[in-house]
Nanobody, 121 residues
């Protein structure tokens, strides 16, 4: 499975961005999908994940109510809608696929290359 994240950019605080993660090579419809982020000098952290069916979504407390994860299995794509962005959301955002529904990094088998999100104050 190859994952390609896109949609990052520079946005002012309070603005919105929509990240996409397109999968190729094989379908990810049987995988749980997650978004993680890594800010400069910090460890990679969980942001959100979604079950293979799309019925279950889970968020880090820091983004709950502002970010929405969704998926379109017909398009083999996962999305992260980010609203009310804050400067502390600045990071490289990664999508990942896992057979296990978890916030931990290690069980994720496949990772995208990351897309930079920068939020200016």
């Amino acid at each position: 499975v190859q994952l390609q994240a896109s949609g990052g950019g520079l946005v002012q605080a309070g603005g919105s961005l929509r990240l996409s993660c397109a999968a190729s090579g094989r379908t990810v419809s049987s995988y749980n999908m997650g978004w993680f982020r890594q800010a400069p000098g910090k460890e990679r952290e969980f942001v959100a994940h979604i079950t293979s069916s799309g019925r279950g979504t889970y968020y880090a407390d820091s983004v709950k109510g502002r970010f929405t994860i969704s998926r379109d299995n017909a398009k083999n794509t996962v999305y992260l809608q980010m609203n009310s962005l804050k400067p502390e959301d600045t990071a490289v955002y990664y999508c990942a696929a896992s057979r296990i529904l978890t916030r931990s990094i290690s069980p994720y088998d496949y990772w995208g290359q990351g897309t930079q999100v920068t939020v200016s104050s």
